[in-house]
């Protein structure tokens, strides 16, 4: 009766041990100060002060060159924004939220009798088990997925994200 008792005792601890290794991260290290986006390059850093703390490769609006004007444009925004959201349930794995259309990305917008959109996140992939080539998003930031686990675990909300061409 021990026996079986050890067996199937040691069967849940492994079960349980497997839940705890989802898609949420811990991070203990510095803290990000800022984002970098360098959309030519396409590279993203994550920087504490001075120092890059990562940095990934990255996939952009399949519209990539310029500012997002307008919703359905393609392109990702430029300029200066802050991570204002979070969404554990997103469709592409997590997401961090960018806080697009400011004042004058809406009011650029409506000059073209347009809406500027919105919902920029930074994000994971679609599909996770194929490698994405080429630009994708709708105007997002997209990496893999295994790296927006690291990104959502280090960056927090109000975090500024500087997007340059």
Excluded at 48 to 69: C, M, S, T
Excluded at 128 to 143: E, L, M, N, Q, S
């Amino acid at each position: 009766m021990k026996r079986r008792n050890v067996i199937f005792g040691g069967a849940a601890m492994l079960s349980l041990g497997a839940c705890s290794s989802g898609k949420y991260r811990r991070y203990s290290g510095p803290p990000v100060t800022t984002i970098v986006v360098n959309k030519g390059e396409r590279r993203m850093f994550l920087v504490n002060q001075d120092k890059v703390l990562d940095d990934y490769r990255i996939r952009l609006g399949f519209a990539p060159e310029g500012h997002k004007r307008y919703e359905g444009d393609g392109k990702t925004p430029e300029g200066l924004y802050r991570i204002d959201r979070r969404n554990p349930n997103s469709r592409f794995h997590l997401s961090l939220g960018i806080s697009y259309p400011n004042a004058r990305d809406v009011a650029a917008a409506r000059a073209l009798g347009k809406s500027p959109g919105g919902d920029i996140f930074i994000h994971g992939q679609r599909w996770p088990t194929r490698k994405d080539k080429d630009d994708w998003t709708w105007g997002c930031i997209a990496v893999e997925n295994k790296h927006i686990e690291r990104i959502y675990a280090m960056v927090r909300d109000g975090t500024p994200i500087a997007i340059n061409a």
